[in-house]
Each structure stands twice: as C-alpha cells, then as structure tokens.
C-alpha cells in the first residue's frame, strides 16, 4: 500500500484500514452467502462513487467464498450505474480474480458467521498448503490505498478448527493495529498522481479459485 502520509483518496484523517463488524450477520439457507454483510458491503460502495473524495479511485470488492460473491455482484448490479463500474473500474471477485491485479481501494466481504458456517469452511480458507497460502497473499495485498474489511464474526473468532490462529486472524489482528494507530496521525499530504504513475504489482502464478 501507498506510504499512508501519501493517501490520495478517502478522508485524510481516516486509517487506511477501517473493521466494519456487521452484528447480528449470518449465512442463509446452509450456503456461503451472507445477505446482511453484503448489503453493507454495498451500502458502502455506494456511497464512495458518489463521494468527490474517491473520484478517479479503483474500487474492487474481495470476497472469501464463492457464493458471496455472486450474491454481491447482483447487488452491485442493482444499486451502482454501469457508468460509475467504469468510472472506477469496479470489480467483485474472489482472491484468484484479483492474480497480479490491484485497485485503490479495496472492499472485503468475510462472510463467516462463527455460528452457522462450519469452522472447517474457514480452516480450508487458511490452511497451510503453498497455494491456499498464495491466495491469502493475493488477498491482502491488493489494495493501494485504502482497505475496508466486512466481518460478521468477531475478528478473535477467525482461528482454525484446532483453535490455532490461522492467517486471516492475523491479519484481522494487523489490521485492527493499523486502525488503532491511524487515529493517531495528525495530518496526511495528498499527492494524487495519474493512473499512468500507478505501479503493477507482479502477477502470481499457480493460483486456483476458491469453491
């Protein structure tokens, strides 16, 4: 990510990482999709394209399961006008979409619930194979500028099936660290650059899509 004294979009006083814990947010009907996480997920999307302060940014939406992403599509479709998808060059997919790509902002939807999702659902999502592993690289390392992570369950809960920490708990912990301290800064330069100034990060290989 951007060097945060450098952040270009959003609010300057805002932490490049926001937790957005949407309470009381399950899964439905014994799938992967969570109706309430991605109507806040897409609540939120929407009001970023039509906020000045995200005008010109990329916007992508990251989901962990397959089926949530899907469900977040349809809504994106429904609420965001195909204009603004190319005005900001809008995407939702999962990790593998996101193979050597990048966009200023990026959109996590988690979708596990801890209550209703079998904890295994979430071990596979982390385990400790070369390209599960590669995924969660590619995951986490896409956005350029700004990172808002939708979570239904709270972030201590997102620990393998043995109740070892896994990768994402860390990260959450990361990212919860980052929000923490980004209260903290005084103030931010903005240095917008042009999209042709924008660096490409290496595109990863070997990667497959979670199902």
């Known amino acids: 990510m951007t060097d945060v004294r450098h952040k270009r979009f959003g609010s ?37 394209v ?16 397959e089926e949530q992403v899907a469900l977040v599509n349809e809504m994106v479709t429904d609420r965001i006008d195909p204009a603004k998808w190319e005005e900001h060059e809008l995407v939702v997919v999962n990790p593998d979409g996101f193979q050597g790509d990048e966009r200023d ?11 209703i999702m079998p904890r295994a659902a979430l071990s596979a999502r982390q385990a400790d194979s070369k390209q599960t592993q ?26 393998m099936a043995n109740a070892r920490e896994g990768a994402i708990a ?11 301290e980004g209260g903290q800064r005084v103030s931010v330069v903005r240095a ?20």
């Open 134 to 159: 590669g995924m969660l690289n590619v995951a986490f390392t896409r956005a350029r500028d700004e990172m808002h992570v939708f979570h239904s369950a709270p972030i201590e809960t997102f620990s």
């Open 50 to 65: 039509d906020d000045p302060d995200y005008a010109g940014a990329s916007i992508g939406v990251l989901c962990l399961f």
């Open 192 to 211: 917008r650059s042009t999209p042709s100034s924008r660096v490409k990060l290496p595109r990863h290989c070997g990667l497959v899509a979670w199902r």
């Open 105 to 115: 902002v990026i959109l996590y939807s988690l979708s596990w619930d801890n209550d």
């Open 12 to 48: 300057p006083e805002q932490s490049v990482i926001q937790l957005h814990h949407v309470k009381d947010a399950h899964i439905s009907g014994g799938s992967q999709e969570n109706d309430r996480e991605a109507r806040a997920v897409v609540d939120l999307l929407a009001s970023m």
């Open 170 to 180: 860390k990260w959450l912990e990361h990212c919860a660290r980052v929000e923490r």
